[in-house]
Structure formats: C-alpha cells, structure tokens
T-cell receptor, first 115, second 113 residues
C-alpha cells in the first residue's frame, strides 16, 4: 500500500544545533515530495519540494532536503536551529505517473527547541 | 498576492447542529482541497476539486458531509448534523495544477459540544 512515514514523533534539539527529520515513502514510482511546517494555530507553509533533478533541494528558512531513491527517503535538514523553528513538520507526497494526484501527509514530527 | 482565505477561524456548536466552512482559493488555482486534521496528526484529505468537479471524494463521509465549489472558485464544506467526533481543524488548500505545490489557509477549528 502507498504510504508516507515519519518515524520520529517528537524531536528536541538545542538552539544552534543541527536538525534532521526523517521521511520515508512507499510508492511504486518516485512520487513528488514536499515538506511543510505548521506553527501552532496556523495553516501549513511549504518549505520545499522535489519533482526531479538535483537530489539536494534548498528551501525557505534555511532548510534543505535530500532525496535518496535507494532508501525511499526525503529527509529534511537544517544546520543551525533557531528558537522560531519550533513547530510541527509534515512530509507529503503526490504519486507521479498516474492520474491520482492525491496529496498525502505523514503523521508529522514535533520539534522542540531548547535554549 | 492574497493567500487561501478561510472563514470562520473558530466555530463552537452543539452536537446535531449544522455548520458550514468557506474557502476562497488563490486566484487562478484550479485545484482545491479540503483536509481534516485531528490533534497531533497529519491532514487527511476529505475532497479534491479540479475546477468545479469533485475528482476525489472517497474519504468524505457523505451521510453528513457535503461540499460544493461554485463556478470553480470558492468552496463550502458543510456538516449536518455535527457529531462530537467532528471536532478538529478543517483546512482548505489550493494549487495551480494537480501535483503542484498546495498552499494552505489558516484553517477552521471546529469544536462540537
């Protein structure tokens, strides 16, 4: 079955430390891949996207993600975390090569930033 | 450029009452989504429109939920009657085309008491 998995429910990181959030997918063909961030009481904001090409994708707010076909992964990273990065992060996918354009989300990872 | 606009932001109703949510997508966006988000979970698709056609409503509980997208622009999601378990955040999103990035509104937080 098609699925997108975020293995980490909650991550705590110190301000200034690096952050990596994991995302794995299970689809027949490489889907289109997205990362969104959601601050409390807000909607989702797109951080970055991957359709094809360069496997290292740069996004907003200093985030980047790397697509690894062999691992069916699309992990999100940030070299130095700021207190304002505390939020919920969602990986999302859209199947490619079909007429099914359903945008599906992982369960999310909550990031807490400690001073 | 204005983003996706949803109203109301918050709604408290008694169970068995009807409720409606409104969404105005980004101008020119043909695809419109309604998602349900329970606390601590990822959004789950309720319905997706391409212009005025509902192309994926397989997850919409049709016994109590209905949606429409008049003239392929604004959309309304209705629940009648509401149940306690419907308490959640209802998110609307739009995209220019299918499979392109979706932009989200701030959501409507529904509380059914």
């Amino acid at each position: 079955a098609q699925s997108v998995t975020q293995p980490d429910i909650h991550i705590t990181v110190s301000e200034g430390a690096s952050l990596e959030l994991r995302c794995n997918y299970s689809y027949g063909a490489t889907p289109y891949l997205f990362w969104y961030v959601q601050s409390p009481g807000q909607g989702l904001q797109l951080l970055l996207k991957y359709f094809s090409g360069d496997t290292l994708v740069q996004g907003i707010k200093g985030f980047e993600a790397e697509f690894k076909r062999s691992q069916s992964s699309f992990n999100l990273r940030k070299p130095s975390v700021h207190w304002s990065d505390a939020a919920e992060y969602f990986c999302a996918v859209v199947p490619s090569g079909t007429n099914d354009y359903k945008l599906s989300f992982g369960a999310g990872t909550t990031v807490t930033v400690r001073a | 450029e204005a983003g996706v606009v949803q109203s109301p932001r918050y709604k408290i109703i008694e169970k068995k009452q009807p409720v409606a949510f409104w969404c105005n997508p980004i101008s020119g966006h043909n695809t419109l989504y309604w998602y349900l988000q329970n606390l601590g979970q990822g959004p789950e698709l309720l319905i997706r429109y391409e212009n005025e056609e509902a192309v994926d409503d397989s997850q919409l509980p049709k016994d109590r939920f209905s949606a429409e997208r008049l003239k392929g622009v604004d959309s309304t999601l209705k629940i009648q009657p509401a149940e306690l378990g419907d308490s959640a955040v209802y998110l609307c999103a739009s995209s220019l085309l299918p499979a392109t990035e979706a932009f989200f509104g701030q959501g409507t937080r529904l509380t059914v008491v």
